[in-house]
């Protein structure tokens, strides 16, 4: 249950801020980003399943989307 909510906000924030951080055209940011969310979101489901509890998970991800909120921020995006 936290796997799926969790990994998809990873890959979208880290998606955004990725892209705002590359010194590419807009295209080729945009791009960028969109892969990466491809290849991280994956990744996050499959490591939910090899943690041994919640906690670490939800701890985790909670610092992962805490430094990329940050980051995104700092470059001057706004939700």
């Known amino acids: 249950m936290v796997a799926l909510p969790g990994g998809y906000s990873l ?35 499959i490591v939910s399943f090899g943690l041994s509890s919640v906690r670490r998970l939800l701890a985790g991800l909670a610092g992962g989307l805490l430094v990329l909120a940050l980051l995104t921020i700092e470059s001057g995006w706004r939700p």
């Open 11 to 45: 890959a979208g924030l880290g998606g955004v801020c990725l892209s705002l951080w590359l010194p590419l055209s807009r295209a080729d940011d945009a791009m960028a980003g969109i892969l990466f969310g491809l290849v991280i979101w994956p990744v996050v489901f």
